[in-house]
């Protein structure tokens, strides 16, 4: 039996997969496995599965699931048998394996292994470092991304799996492969920018390889990057590796190390003849291989002219390989082969993607040219296809110019292109973008029906990988928004699978800035700044928008650890981006003890935002909190009143629970009412909506309302209760705060 978590859960007898279907059986089984030959208590288990308040039959389910476990697992075991995979042992259950029969045990074995024959035999580690990361499938425990019980083992094996890269990539620079690590290191530092060991490797490599310029690049990059994000310079081994390429001292140069006695020197790879380029370059874009496409297209047309059709799919390829201003100017080449091959529709079609690309890169004028462009390829064809990415655009335009009626009009007319001819992208789309549109008209369910229902068809395959991506990040943004962060938990699981379907084994760098903004607020800190640092890296080349949101979620996430100066810098970076870091940047002036400077940011930003009532209801919590540190009783009762009105309105649990807050807040500081029974609803609601940091300030809040009204017990209790959620999320200036009364 063999249990896989470097990737999705899986189990596996032999060759058969074990089916484990119900997603709290694979819950349980998750937990018991990341600690096997462990005893977990009961109540752990409990907790894991349904969190602060389970239900009163939770330890009967439990034994249920495990029941089925066991069969699932041991078939042949007779009821009430002590021996077996899943053991009883007191109050607690204990997963009794062999250690290797889980995959990251073995991953670790073999990593250890190769790192003890480095120094020693080069050949025999890059071998077993290449099987400890072929046991890799994905990320590690995909599925539990948003479960607290697997942040720590999430974060422990990607940090070893970086690890295990890195070793491999020294084993393949002894062995002279520096050549064929340059591509494959670029890509590895666009995703950890600023680790310094992968640095390292890739300017060896890129020496080695005669590009003293570029390496020379790599390092100054990293020197920037380490100022502007961290305000550090590059480590002291690191400066000197600059020094001796500048100096193109000769212990750089690669030096043949002897063979070792049952190991070939590999010769380079032979590269694909000319014409083989082409079906080879089909073949990796039919399969999702966008790296591989990428290259094999690119060799192929410095080769010789591509067809608009190649280079259509060149432009594809870069694009979704992060090759952005590649996939620019193919998608330029591509639109004028298509007029000139007399194909105006495939042209209307990319001047739709370039409308998308323009609007990513904030070229909004641009955008606007392509759009009309696109229109006007079409205006005289027959109805067609086509016409449903001129409609998608005109949404999009429409949302840029955030005109809600001519956004659902245009929604509704890709929706209804995509059911004249059959297209699932714009029947989705059409969906979606119309519930957006309907939410911020306060027709939530209606609304967020669109949404589940365009999921659903994301879900269930055959859609591109564009309107994937579209759909997810608009879920996103719309439950991040709407503070229904369990429905963003739903179908980010639910995603997984279709991600990987259509080649994107990530979610996209603009869908992580809208994930991290929810993390954040359910309390997962650590993920969400990983998260957010990755959106950064992925996004910050083609999508600046983004990338400001996600510097503007490393500010919040400074802000709570207790870093102001951290949070200072990530708000600067996102308003660089054009980017509002709004409410943070306000919430920082008021820990500063400037208050007058934190009113005037916040009731600016909320004068001039009159129009969107949804964005509004995100910034009116801080505006009441503001508005009473400087004695404005009229904007914090308008600011409440408001609050209250949007959450019946929009009627999601933490907006309840937030205007439950505002409401004990202002209670607390006028006396005139009893502030107890709306503190006691806004901690109850905080915890159901999934928001631990919220429900404990709302918890410290009730702490002082229950002091004044005589209770001091009940008061030290809630406080304590607070302070030990602080601690355990490391939010200091809170713990401290909580401490010290």
């Keep these: 039996m063999e249990f896989a978590i470097l990737g999705p859960l899986e189990v596996r007898d032999q060759h058969r997969r074990i089916k484990v279907s119900s997603a709290k059986e694979r ?14 208590p009961v109540e752990r288990l409990i907790e894991v599965l349904w969190g602060a308040r389970p239900p009163a039959t939770a330890a009967n389910t439990l034994q249920t699931y495990i029941s089925h476990l066991r069969r699932a697992l041991d078939p042949s075991r007779a009821p009430r048998a002590q021996d077996g995979m899943i053991r009883t042992r007191g109050a607690g259950y204990e997963l ?46 995909v599925e539990f991304t948003f479960e607290l019980f697997a942040q720590a083992e999430i974060a422990r094996l990607a940090e070893l799996r970086l690890v295990a890269v890195e070793d491999r990539a020294e084993a393949d620079l002894a062995l002279g492969r520096h050549a064929m690590l340059c591509a494959e290191l670029n890509s590895a530092v666009a995703e950890q920018p600023l680790r310094e060991r992968l640095r390292s490797q890739l300017i060896r490599a890129l020496y080695r390889c005669g590009r003293q310029a570029d390496a020379l690049a790599a ?9 502007e994000q961290l305000g550090i310079d590059p480590s002291p081994d690191l400066v000197r590796l600059h020094e001796a390429v500048l100096a193109q001292c000769p212990d750089l140069d690669w030096q043949p190390a002897l ?59 870069a694009f979704w390989s992060a090759h952005d201003r590649e996939a620019e100017s193919a998608w330029q080449r591509a639109h004028h082969a298509y007029l000139q091959a007399g194909k105006p529709r495939r042209a209307a079609v990319v001047a739709f993607l370039l409308t998308l690309y323009s609007i990513a890169h904030q070229q909004f ?19 067609c296809a086509e016409q449903g990415y001129a409609a998608w655009g005109a949404m999009t335009m429409a949302l840029l110019e955030d005109d809600r009626d001519k956004c659902l009009a245009a929604a509704r007319s890709t929706y209804e292109a995509g059911i004249r001819h059959g297209v699932a992208d714009f029947q989705a789309i059409g969906l979606v973008f119309q519930g957006a549109v309907l939410i911020r008209h306060g027709q939530v369910g209606q609304g967020l029906a669109m949404h589940d229902e365009g999921m659903a068809m994301l879900v269930g395959g055959g859609l591109s990988q564009l309107a994937t991506a579209q759909i997810y990040c608009q879920l996103i943004r719309t439950c991040y928004e709407l503070g229904d962060y369990r429905r ?39 993920l969400a700044e990983q998260l957010a640092h990755q959106a950064c890296a992925a996004v910050q080349h083609f999508d600046l928008h983004h990338a400001g949101q996600a510097f503007a979620s490393i500010g919040d996430i400074r802000l709570r650890i207790g870093d102001l100066a951290g949070a200072e810098e990530a708000f600067a970076r996102a308003e660089e981006r054009l980017a509002s870091p709004l409410p943070g940047r306000a919430r920082l002036e008021l820990l500063r003890g400037c208050p007058d400077e934190a009113a005037e940011l916040i009731n600016a930003a909320l004068d001039g935002d009159s129009g969107d009532r949804l964005a509004r209801t995100r910034l009116l919590p801080d505006q009441v909190t503001i508005a009473l540190a400087v004695d404005d009783l009229d904007t914090a009762r308008a600011a409440a009143a408001e609050l209250a009105e949007s959450a019946q309105v929009y009627g999601s649990t933490a907006m309840l629970a937030a205007a439950e807050a505002a409401r004990g807040e202002l209670a607390l500081a006028t006396g005139q009412e009893d502030p107890l029974p709306s503190l006691r609803r806004s901690v109850t609601l905080w915890g159901e909506a999934g928001s631990p940091y919220e429900s404990a300030r709302a918890r410290k809040l009730l702490a002082t309302a229950l002091d004044r009204a005589g209770q001091p017990g009940a008061a030290q ?15 200091r200036l809170d713990a401290e705060a909580a401490g010290s009364r």
């Design 27 to 40: 819950l349980l089984l998750a937990v018991l496995v990341v600690h096997a030959n462990e005893v977990v």
């Design 96 to 141: 009794a394996v062999p250690p290797e029969s889980v995959d990251a045990v073995r991953f670790e074995r073999l990593a250890r292994e190769g790192r003890d024959a480095l120094p020693i035999c080069p050949q025999q580690a890059a071998d077993l470092f290449c099987a400890a990361l072929a046991l890799w499938r994905g990320d590690p425990l």
């Design 219 to 227: 390092y100054r990059q990293l020197r920037e990057q380490l100022a």
């Design 259 to 317: 063979p070792q006695p049952g190991y070939a020197v590999p010769g380079p790879a032979a590269p694909p003849v000319e014409g083989e380029l082409l079906p080879q370059a089909h073949a990796a874009l039919a399969a999702y291989d966008w790296q591989s496409a990428f290259e094999l297209l690119s060799a192929a047309d410095q080769a010789g002219s591509l067809s608009a059709e190649d280079l259509d799919g060149l432009a594809n390829a």
């Design 365 to 383: 004028a641009v955008a606007g040219g392509w759009s009309q462009r696109t229109q006007r390829l079409l205006e005289n064809e027959p109805d």
């Design 488 to 526: 963003a938990h739903e179908w980010t699981r639910a995603a997984q699978d279709c991600f990987t379907r259509t080649g994107l084994s990530y979610f996209p760098g603009d869908c992580e800035t809208h994930r991290t903004a929810i993390l954040i607020d359910s309390g997962a800190w650590g």
């Design 717 to 731: 209790r809630e406080l304590g209760i607070a302070r030990a959620c602080f601690d355990r999320l490391g939010a």
